[in-house]
């Protein structure tokens, strides 16, 4: 299954279409930390959030570089259930590529502030947070790309229109508060617990929800694979 | 001979197929088998669901009802068309694939080798898929389900743009799968199938599928013969010129002899 992680690696990077979604986050980050300095957490909190459609997408373009009929020839060579994983987990190989990219961004750019006084969080524990909150965004995003994939969606509009709507309602949800809050991944609730001070039940709670959304879509997305190859 | 007679009878029990819950049935309760050694040509016209069949059997598509049993471990897919839209030189290709389906570096490279040679892509290993001719294309597709020695070999459209030298070729790579017990499975709209004596023929119309015995219509008996090593090659040569299909030879290192491209070449000239 790794030989088959690599091969699709290999496919997607050597396309050129793996410049585009790196470009597109190299560009959000850009205006991110174009406003100014801010504390690590706080600032690796909002990259999750922005980061979160980008990783979406680059799933999507990884998943739909190879043609149909090789992922058919991949299928028949490894059977179903590891050429499927095999597709998740290249595509969250790739995303942490892009996750060790964000978190370098700001450092290269200054755009966080070094901690000044004693209750301030050390440049570790910042960097550790701003690791926890884009991994949190990272199953989800692969969920939602995969989700959004050739070989459910068929169609590259349907494919689009499935890419876009998960981005805005997980958002949007995201604003509504706790009621409907729920049904999206936590994105900005993460953010926002990164602004204030972080406890250990809020961390577990949002990795466990976090999870649980990501698991979620995961199996949605073997499911709709049962009768799609 | 005692691998053969121990293998099992892949089959298909009471299989149907769509592709969509509520959409169109594509196959109906297709109920068939194929045997270790043996070979099926599966026939019907455009869009009767021959492709369909074919990939249901090779366990690309899994059934609504009905089951697949005893499919083979290693299972070979030669598509009608080989999806060359892909940045891999041949031979980068080919290791990678020889890769996922588990060889080592070691195996896959003399295997990969083997079969560049085999199949005449020696001259096109360096070349992006995406330069290939139709026809070198197809042998590159011909070539991946080959890597590892298949237990099933399924076949699309296997003459589909080659040329008459690489036509020859099929009928060769399906007799040594054959006699390694392996079944192969074979669609033709082009009446390509008298090159596989023997052959079973499944013919799919009506959503369904019938099976006529093989052509010929005789039942087969296997004979058991020992013959002296150092004439093997000889009197395998002979026994196949008379149309008889040789399943298997076993002994002390004594490989199958096969045909090389050049006198395959020169069988379709005389053709």
Sequence with gaps: ?229 | MYRLWHARLMRLEDVWLRYRRGGPWVLRSVTIGIGPGEAAVVLGRNGAGKSTLLQLVAGILPPARGRVVDRPAVVGWVPERFPADQPFTVQGYLTAVARVRGLSPAQADRAVRGWLDRLGLGPFQGVRLAQLSKGTAQKVGLAQALLRPPGLLVLDEPWEGLDAAARELVPEVVGEVLADGGSVLVSDHRGETARLPGAREWTVADQTVTERAPTGGEALVVVELAIPATQVADAVHRLRAEGHHILRVRGHDVPLPVTGPVSGAAAEAAS
């Design chain 1, 1 to 229: 299954m790794i030989a088959l992680v690599r091969f699709r690696l290999v496919g997607f990077l050597r396309t050129g279409r793996a410049l585009a979604p790196v470009l597109a986050g190299l560009l959000t980050l850009g205006i991110l930390y174009g406003g100014g300095r801010a504390e690590p957490a706080e600032a690796y909190g909002v990259s999750a959030v922005v980061l979160f459609p980008v990783l979406a997408w680059q799933t999507k373009i990884l998943l739909d570089v190879e043609p149909d009929v090789q992922r058919r020839l991949a299928l028949v060579a490894v059977g179903p259930a590891r050429e499927r994983a095999a597709g998740l987990l290249a595509a969250a190989t790739a995303g942490l590529g892009l996750v060790v990219v964000a978190l370098a961004v700001p450092w290269l750019v200054g755009g966080v502030a070094t901690p000044t006084g004693p209750e301030d969080r050390s440049i570790a524990a910042g960097l550790a947070l701003g690791l926890w909150a884009h991994l949190l965004a990272l199953p989800a995003a692969v969920a939602l790309g995969a989700l959004a994939s050739r070989v459910i969606t068929r169609t590259a509009g349907y494919g689009v229109a499935v890419l876009a709507l998960g981005v805005v309602l997980a958002l949007v949800l995201g604003l509504a508060g706790p009621a409907l809050g729920w049904l999206a991944p936590p994105l900005l609730p993460t953010a926002r617990a990164l602004a204030g001070s972080l406890s250990v039940t809020t961390a577990a709670l949002l990795t466990g929800w976090a999870l649980l959304w990501a698991w979620m879509a995961l199996a949605g997305y073997l499911q709709a694979r049962h009768r799609r190859a």
